[in-house]
């Protein structure tokens, strides 16, 4: 009977002496083929019946027998090669089309529906299994590749309806027209996974758009035999495996892209790697999982990092007995001066100001003055929020202090109104809007030891965080890794009163953490909890501490300078505390993202969780599902969880290398060799101290033996009574390891490389600037450039137009910073352009008023025998505080100058002041008006808005619409004007306006009267630069407090370089030349200015 086969025949089934088989042998063998059963069917009864060879019945014999078979005797060995090799690809081809079809890669699809898999007959020519284009690579290959690429081209139009003279340089502004380059986005996925030629295999898994780059793993790796000395080749991301050790566990690279080798010489195997490491972060969290989840947290925090902003007092500390050795939690009231025991007590606080084209954030307060009796120190009046008590702050039964629910803003002030125990009343204490309110001031923001309302912060509350166990809170104090002074005594605990009486090195949870239980309310809304010295200035205390332990500097710092400028810290807090989170035994959270997959081990007790079974993980938000937490946790249950977390941003490109060497000693053990080298690189260009390139030497050698020493137990059996057949086991395990580090591979470092802080950029915005007023002061100029008084007269005021964008051959004017600037270098398809800030200082003798259609002025002046001025004026922050340019060393500028006519020869001078200036614009305007053949003309001269807040914006909302209050300020409406025609009076009498074209805004020449009109522009327009909605002269502000900076224009002792040519359609050129002025040297102090607070 014909046999079947089930798989391919290896080759050593058939040996070469089949040829030699006798010819006997194979006559028996055709007899028996010639010789059938007895068949049982062919007849009614039992009988035997011989066939002859004129049967019908036609016997196929198997292929094997058949001419040309495996067992044919004039089959040649190479025939029986070339047949075996044959039936080899076509089983395999057979294997591999049954396999895709499980993985229902190959499912043929027809209109009717799926067709029924068949069953694959071995014996019938397999289908086709692999294209046809694909060749022979399907011999030698099983690679499984799905790819998803997404191609996406958009070509998109912006029109901005609203646009600026400083859009017109932006191309992205959408007030340019036509249509940008068209965006190209390309994102694809790649799942690749099979072996190539049984010995390369391939595992790739990226995404492009997965956030963090690490999660992607590409791995192609060169499996050797058994019995190859390459065992491994592997490039791509790497895991580097090395035998247990203490020293070099945490020098281990994760998840680094390089190249791996592993080989086996006899008993020697090595393994090596060079790989750029990327790196994944170990951390393990300790839970417990019960009611609530509680985790161990350990944290470090510093001297410097008191809990600012938050914690006031309300009376002047220096009327406090025993000042600054107060103990706040613990003030009596009645042992307090008179003037310090307050009945009741009200807080305020001044949101941010939003400056000139915002609104007052605390509108609908009560609008006060806050000043001090003891300075200078005046704000408003403004609009004060009234804070409500255990809502928004907590107040100290003593009444002499609060804490805030939140900590006060950078921008904002805070200010109390109290009633004294006997009945004196500080401020007006208002609960509504009166009509002359007054508060008393104890927080202005970016002030220093200089005022009184500094001392109102205190400094000696620590946070110790939320959610926390107040019982499970251990506070270690050390100075230098030391909990004990200098002088040997105590602790620094014990010393600066933090201590337990018992225990002076165990915290006083009872009485200095904050707030107590024992606290009105607990201490109400604060929900923190904070560690209180019972001292106002604890590491100042000349008393406790020496010379060498002190940081008073702490609290001589402001807060906003703490960060950038403030003292070293000295001492270091060392918290240890259960914080406690909710209830769901179900989630834990591991407070990380980005979890590397697969790199979680999770244990309670000895039982190591397995995922899918017991819990399910959230990798890219690092949540934990149990799932049945009832019978993990039947009671509170500490949980161990050790993890991989990837880097969200790599510092510094670091490399490895690494060899690690085993020689295996067979039932003896093993000797283990390691050697890794790791380099770090920086990314700075001069490095500065602690940033300096670093390297990393570690060697190792580790042996782990075992004996059986049997002469041990013979030794125990030779005791009396004592028999045991137990083998002795004898463990030796040692390890040698050293480390070489070079913490600075340049050899070099720079304390200051000046390159981190960035310059203060000045916008030159068109619509930022405003008319402003008289200089009130001349100092630093010649007398030529004043009026006989000596000052500035408002009769030389000439007329200045300011413009962002000029018309040229009918087209605005751009220009790239390379174009102004030679030494600029651009990178990349985009060309920005530059904001250049024309100005144009017209004759005495141009008023003003431009013609709708011609732009020609209207308006003439009689000239005047004074020197030209104008004013513009930019506020340089939008809360009215001002900005900090206390470590300017230079003012920089670019100028184009016609070198032919020198503006030094005709003695053209720029004035810069810093400072704080009068919000009062000059603004002057014709007086009467007269039609002459269909044509107004002007005449006459009178100063417009002098001593009255000229402003756009709604004088009760404090709000601006366009459609409404877009009217225009500063001569461009005047309000009352006289016409000669009629002989009447006309009232606010638009000079000009401003009209959008829908699509972008309509472009003029350099200096077209035009340019500058302030109706109808889309923006609002405000001499108020500090948006409290008045003058500085309305409460009382008369001087101003600049710097003032004195430029030549055309002097060549301030210019530093120059840089390109500019040449119009006259052929005129002209140069662009960088200005520098020292910030600090050669300036005119007029007042009392303050750079740390330049408005």
């Given at each position: 009977?014909?046999?079947?086969?089930?798989?391919?025949?290896?080759?050593?089934?058939?040996?070469?002496?089949?040829?030699?088989?006798?010819?006997?042998?194979?006559?028996?063998?055709?007899?028996?083929?010639?010789?059938?059963?007895?068949?049982?069917?062919?007849?009614?009864?039992?009988?035997?019946?011989?066939?002859?060879?004129?049967?019908?019945?036609?016997?196929?014999?198997?292929?094997?027998?058949?001419?040309?078979?495996?067992?044919?005797?004039?089959?040649?060995?190479?025939?029986?090669?070339?047949?075996?090799?044959?039936?080899?690809?076509?089983?395999?081809?057979?294997?591999?089309?049954?396999?895709?079809?499980?993985?229902?890669?190959?499912?043929?699809?027809?209109?009717?529906?799926?067709?029924?898999?068949?069953?694959?007959?071995?014996?019938?020519?397999?289908?086709?299994?692999?294209?046809?284009?694909?060749?022979?690579?399907?011999?030698?290959?099983?690679?499984?590749?799905?790819?998803?690429?997404?191609?996406?081209?958009?070509?998109?139009?912006?029109r901005n309806l609203n646009c600026t003279a400083a859009d017109i340089s932006n191309p992205a502004s959408g007030c340019q027209g036509g249509f940008p380059t068209p965006a190209l986005d390309q994102q694809f996925a790649l799942r690749a996974g099979g072996v190539i030629a049984d010995r390369l295999n391939v595992n790739v898994d990226f995404d492009s758009q997965r956030e963090f780059s690490s999660n992607n793993r590409i791995n192609v790796w060169y499996q050797g035999l058994e019995d190859d000395i390459v065992r491994r080749v592997e490039v791509g991301n790497l895991d580097f495996r090395l035998p247990s050790s203490p020293f070099i566990r945490s020098a281990i690279p994760a998840q680094s892209f390089g190249i791996q080798a592993e080989a086996q010489l006899g008993p020697v195997e090595l393994r090596s790697i060079l790989a750029q490491q990327k790196g994944s972060s170990v951390r393990t969290r300790i839970f417990t999982v019960g009611d609530r989840t509680t985790q161990r947290v350990s944290r470090e925090s510093r001297d410097v990092e008191f809990e600012d902003s938050r914690f006031f007092f309300i009376v002047d500390p220096a009327t406090l007995p025993a000042q600054p050795n107060i103990d706040v939690l613990n003030i009596v009231r009645d042992a307090l001066p008179?003037?310090?025991?307050?009945?009741?007590?009200?807080?305020?606080?001044?949101?941010?100001?939003?400056?000139?084209?915002?609104?007052?954030?605390?509108?609908?307060?009560i609008e006060a003055v806050a000043f001090r009796d003891d300075s200078l120190q005046r704000v408003g009046p403004f609009f004060w929020d009234l804070l409500v008590e255990g809502q928004d702050y907590y107040l100290d039964p003593s009444g002499t202090w609060f804490g805030l629910r939140n900590r006060v803003g950078l921008n904002e002030f805070l200010a109390v109104s109290y009633v004294t125990v006997s009945g004196d009343t500080v401020g007006t204490f208002p609960s509504v809007t009166g009509p002359s309110d007054t508060l008393r001031l104890i927080h202005e923001p970016r002030r220093g030891t200089d005022v009184p309302t500094f001392e109102h912060e205190m400094r000696n509350f620590y946070r110790i965080g939320g959610n926390i166990s107040r019982n499970s809170i251990n506070l270690s104090l050390v100075v230098n890794d030391s909990e004990r002074p200098v002088d040997g005594i105590g602790t620094y605990l014990a010393r600066l009163g933090l201590a337990n009486s018992t225990d002076p090195s165990q915290l006083d949870e009872f009485n200095r953490v904050f707030p107590r239980e024992r606290d009105p309310n607990g201490g109400l809304p604060l929900r923190d909890l904070f560690v209180v010295f019972p001292n106002l200035k604890p590491f100042a205390d000349s008393a406790r501490l020496q010379d060498r332990e002190r940081n008073d500097s702490i609290y001589r710092t402001p807060t906003y300078l703490r960060n950038t400028q403030g003292p070293a810290p000295r001492f270091r807090f060392l918290w240890d505390f259960d914080a406690s989170g909710s209830g769901d035994r179900a989630r834990l959270s591991l407070g990380a993202v980005q979890v590397r997959s697969g790199s979680e081990r999770i244990r309670i007790g000895n039982r190591d969780l397995v995922r899918g079974r017991d819990y399910d993980i959230s990798y890219d938000l690092g949540v934990i599902t149990f799932v049945n937490p009832d019978s993990l946790f039947p009671g509170p249950t500490e949980v161990q969880v050790q993890f991989e977390q990837n880097q969200l941003f790599d510092i510094a490109p670091s490399s490895v290398f690494g060899l690690h060497g085993t020689y295996n000693l067979g039932?003896?053990?093993?000797?283990?060799?390691?050697?890794?080298?790791?380099?770090?690189?920086?990314?700075?260009?001069?490095?500065?101290?602690?940033?300096?390139?670093?390297?990393?030497?570690?060697?190792?050698?580790?042996?782990?033996?075992?004996?059986?020493?049997?002469?041990?137990?013979?030794?125990?059996?030779?005791?009396?009574?004592?028999?045991?057949?137990?083998?002795?086991?004898?463990?030796?395990?040692?390890?040698?390891?050293?480390?070489?580090?070079?913490?600075?591979?340049?050899?070099?470092?720079?304390?200051?490389?000046?390159?981190?802080?960035?310059?203060?950029?000045?916008?030159?915005?068109?619509?930022?600037?405003?008319?402003?007023?008289r200089p009130t002061s001349g100092i630093g100029l010649p007398p030529s450039h004043l009026s006989p008084a000596g000052e500035f007269d408002v009769n030389d005021a000439a007329t200045l137009v300011w413009q962002n964008a000029i018309e040229i051959d009918g087209g605005p004017l751009e220009l790239s910073p390379g174009e102004i600037d030679s030494s600029i270098v651009l990178t990349g398809a985009s060309r920005p352009k530059e904001t250049l800030l024309w100005l144009t200082l017209k004759p005495d003798t141009i008023g003003g008023a431009p013609h709708p259609v011609t732009g020609a002025p209207r308006w003439f002046r009689t000239p005047t025998p004074g020197p030209r001025w104008r004013s513009i004026t930019r506020p340089l922050d939008r809360s009215g505080l001002?900005?900090?340019?206390?470590?300017?060393?230079?003012?920089?500028?670019?100028?184009?100058?016609?070198?032919?006519?020198?503006?030094?020869?005709?003695?053209?001078?720029?004035?810069?002041?810093?400072?704080?200036?009068?919000?009062?614009?000059?603004?002057?305007?014709?007086?009467?008006?007269?039609?002459?053949?269909?044509?107004?003309?002007?005449?006459?001269?009178?100063?417009?808005?002098?001593?009255?807040?000229?402003?756009?914006?709604?004088?009760?909302?404090?709000?601006?619409?366009?459609?409404?209050?877009?009217?225009?300020?500063?001569?461009?409406?005047?309000?009352?004007?006289?016409?000669?025609?009629?002989?009447?009076?006309?009232?606010?009498?638009?000079?000009?306006?401003?009209?959008?074209?829908?699509?972008?805004?309509?472009?003029?020449?350099?200096?077209?009267?035009?340019?500058?009109?302030?109706?109808?522009?889309g923006f609002v327009d405000s001499e108020d630069l500090n948006g409290d909605n008045r003058l500085d002269r309305a409460i009382g502000v008369l001087q101003e407090d600049v710097v003032r900076y004195i430029v030549p224009l055309g002097d060549a002792r301030l210019v530093v370089r120059r840089g390109e040519i500019l040449r119009d359609i006259a052929g005129v050129t002209r140069t662009w030349r960088l200005y520098r002025i020292p910030f600090r040297r050669d300036t005119v102090q007029i007042g009392a200015p303050n750079l740390r607070r330049t408005r």
């Open positions: 009977m014909p046999v079947r086969r089930s798989g391919a025949v290896p080759s050593k089934m058939y040996p070469r002496r089949w040829g030699k088989v006798s010819r006997q042998s194979m006559l028996v063998v055709g007899a028996a083929l010639a010789c059938p059963a007895i068949a049982s069917a062919q007849g009614p009864g039992p009988a035997v019946r011989f066939y002859l060879i004129t049967d019908t019945l036609h016997m196929d014999p198997p292929p094997a027998l058949r001419d040309g078979g495996l067992w044919d005797r004039l089959t040649s060995p190479q025939e029986v090669a070339r047949r075996w090799v044959a039936e080899t690809l076509r089983l395999v081809q057979a294997n591999r089309a049954r396999r895709r079809g499980r993985l229902a890669l190959n499912r043929p699809v027809v209109a009717a529906g799926i067709l029924p898999r068949l069953p694959i007959a071995l014996d019938s020519a397999p289908p086709p299994v692999a294209r046809q284009d694909l060749g022979d690579l399907a011999r030698y290959a099983d690679l499984n590749i799905e790819l998803d690429a997404h191609l996406e081209t958009r070509l998109d139009r912006l008179p003037e310090a025991q307050l009945a009741q007590v009200r807080v305020y606080r001044l949101r941010a100001q939003s400056g000139q084209v915002g609104i007052n954030p605390s509108l609908q307060g039932s003896r053990g093993r000797v283990d060799a390691v050697t890794l080298f790791q380099r770090e690189r920086t990314i700075f260009t001069r490095p500065i101290l602690g940033l300096e390139p670093q390297a990393m030497f570690i060697g190792s050698l580790s042996t782990n033996l075992r004996f059986r020493p049997d002469y041990l137990t013979r030794a125990l059996n030779a005791l009396p009574l004592l028999e045991t057949n137990v083998p002795s086991i004898l463990e030796v395990t040692a390890e040698l390891a050293v480390s070489r580090p070079n913490p600075n591979q340049a050899g070099e470092a720079y304390i200051e490389e000046f390159e981190g802080q960035p310059s203060t950029i000045i916008g030159m915005e068109e619509q930022s600037f405003q008319l402003g007023s001002g900005i900090d340019l206390s470590r300017i060393e230079f003012l920089e500028f670019w100028a184009l100058e016609d070198l032919r006519v020198s503006t030094l020869r005709q003695k053209t001078i720029l004035v810069l002041d810093f400072g704080t200036v009068l919000e009062d614009a000059v603004a002057f305007g014709p007086d009467s008006l007269e039609v002459i053949r269909n044509d107004t003309v002007f005449s006459g001269f009178q100063t417009l808005g002098m001593g009255v807040l000229d402003s756009e914006k709604d004088r009760f909302t404090n709000l601006f619409n366009a459609a409404v209050n877009d009217v225009g300020i500063h001569g461009d409406r005047i309000p009352t004007i006289f016409n000669i025609n009629t002989g009447e009076t006309l009232t606010d009498f638009p000079m000009c306006e401003r009209v959008f074209t829908g699509v972008t805004i309509p472009t003029f020449p350099l200096g077209h009267l035009g340019a500058r009109c302030t109706r109808r522009n």
